[in-house]
């Protein structure tokens, strides 16, 4: 989704909170389970612009991970942050 | 007035998400607020299937977006590969891969992600649901 807004000329931020930030842990192996390895489209963001990538550093905390786990470079934001930044966007979409 | 694009990702019957971003358009459009479309995308896209059988004593609610649609001229679109994955085929999409059958509704559109960030680039809110 946020590769294909980004096509289309639209300004694109990414928050990933809570579980959300389970998406960006390193050494994936979803062929075990018979999935897609849609984690390295992570590193394709770059090149579509979107450098505008949040990870909520409680949610992470209190699941264990580091911020050197992770596929790609983050902000890291307090979850007081969280809300100040999506007011910035014009619209917002939840997965 | 303010102009508005609808996101339903839940599926029909599966919760109360997908009715009430169907009462939230109604709501809309008579309070004269404009809906620029609904897209319907994940789960969502089921809303699309024409094989939906309704007890005459419930909710019929993709006869009610189809009438919405044509009272209103409020496009409805699905995309089409959550469509596609969930069985959810037009006619010319079912006839290419040799489908026997397809199941979206005629006033239902086959669309990509693109004709959401159109949508999106000309309405004043999104909503999701």
Request: charged letters at 15%; a negative charge.
């Amino acid at each position: 989704m946020a590769l294909a807004m980004s096509n289309f000329g639209q300004d694109v931020s990414l928050f990933f909170i809570e579980d959300g930030v389970l998406q960006l842990v390193k050494g994936q192996t979803p062929d075990t389970i018979q999935h897609k390895a849609y984690y390295k489209t992570f590193a394709a963001l770059g090149f579509y612009d979107i450098n505008n990538i949040y990870v909520c550093q409680q949610s992470i905390l209190e699941r264990n991970i580091e911020v050197t786990d992770l596929l790609i470079p983050v902000t890291l934001i307090e979850p007081d942050q969280l809300t100040a930044l999506m007011s910035e966007s014009a619209q917002v979409m939840v997965f | 007035m303010s102009s508005f694009t609808l996101l339903v990702t839940s599926a029909p019957y599966s919760g109360q998400s997908a009715y009430s971003a169907y009462r939230f358009a109604v709501a809309a459009v008579e309070s004269t607020h404009l809906i620029k479309g609904i897209f319907f995308y994940q789960g969502g896209a089921l809303n699309g299937s024409e094989l939906q059988l309704i007890p005459s004593n419930e909710f019929n609610l993709h006869q009610a977006w189809k009438q919405l649609s044509a009272e209103h001229n409020i496009p409805l679109m699905v995309c089409v590969s959550a469509a596609t994955k969930r069985g959810i085929t037009n006619a010319q999409d079912a006839g290419d891969t040799d489908q026997i059958h397809h199941s979206l509704s005629p006033e239902f559109q086959s669309v990509g992600l693109g004709d959401l960030a159109i949508l999106l680039a000309d309405s004043d809110r999104l909503v999701q649901f």
